[in-house]
């Protein structure tokens, strides 16, 4: 019985792995359709999707690398315009610093140049000072000559008497110019 049971355990195992057996084997007609079917529908997933696609991937990967070259060579630009920028800020401090430079020397020239014009006018004024004294001065004895013959003149009109024609009058302020000389 046992044996029996055992058997037919055997059996029914035997008879369950002959049908996944014929299950696992494939019909060759079947087998080849689905095999067409497949090979169909791996052409045709190629066309509508996988070329469309691909070419997509494509464009969006040039797209990206333009993008990429695109932005290295404004960084390259932008660094460019960066040295420009430094340079031209340097050269235009050497600039400004140059033309403080001149103005400076510029500027002592003309300090100079003012000082040695008020210098020239100072003396020129000193000159003009003396020169205006020295006439002030002959112009002052010159008057002084004058009264001092016209107060002869009247000292001599009254000593002599008389009247004192012009030659008489200018021997004797001559005379009396000679003797306080």
Same mark, same amino acid.
């Given at each position: 019985?046992?044996?029996?049971?055992? +058997? +037919?355990?055997? &059996?029914?195992?035997?008879?369950?792995?002959?049908?996944?057996? #014929?299950?696992? &084997?494939?019909?060759?007609?079947?087998?080849?359709?689905?095999?067409? @079917?497949?090979?169909?529908? &791996?052409?045709?997933?190629?066309?509508?999707?996988? !070329?469309?696609?691909?070419?997509?991937?494509?464009?969006?990967?040039?797209?990206?690398?333009?993008?990429?070259?695109?932005?290295?060579?404004?960084?390259?630009?932008?660094?460019?315009?960066?040295?420009?920028?430094?340079?031209?800020?340097?050269? @235009? !401090?050497?600039?400004?610093?140059? &033309?403080?430079? *001149? #103005?400076?020397?510029?500027?002592?020239?003309? *300090?100079?140049?003012?000082?040695?014009?008020?210098?020239?006018?100072?003396? *020129?004024?000193?000159?003009?000072?003396? +020169?205006?004294?020295?006439? @002030?001065?002959?112009?002052?004895?010159?008057?002084?000559?004058?009264?001092?013959?016209?107060?002869?003149?009247?000292? @001599?009109?009254?000593?002599?008497?008389?009247?004192?024609?012009? !030659?008489?009058?200018?021997?004797?302020?001559?005379?009396?110019?000679?003797?306080?000389?």
């Amino acid at each position: 019985m046992i044996y029996g049971i055992n +058997m +037919m355990i055997l &059996i029914d195992i035997g008879e369950e792995i002959g049908k996944i057996g #014929a299950n696992l &084997i494939p019909h060759l007609f079947p087998f080849i359709v689905q095999l067409c @079917s497949l090979v169909v529908l &791996i052409i045709i997933v190629m066309f509508v999707a996988y !070329k469309p696609l691909k070419k997509m991937l494509k464009k969006r990967a040039d797209y990206i690398e333009n993008n990429i070259s695109d932005s290295e060579k404004d960084k390259a630009i932008a660094k460019q315009n960066l040295e420009q920028s430094r340079e031209t800020i340097l050269s @235009s !401090k050497k600039e400004a610093s140059s &033309i403080i430079d *001149r #103005a400076n020397q510029e500027a002592t020239k003309q *300090r100079e140049s003012i000082i040695q014009e008020t210098k020239l006018d100072v003396i *020129r004024l000193q000159n003009e000072a003396e +020169m205006d004294i020295q006439k @002030s001065k002959e112009k002052s004895l010159e008057n002084i000559r004058r009264e001092m013959i016209s107060v002869a003149l009247a000292a @001599s009109q009254e000593i002599l008497q008389r009247e004192v024609n012009e !030659k008489d009058n200018a021997k004797l302020a001559e005379d009396f110019i000679e003797k306080l000389n």
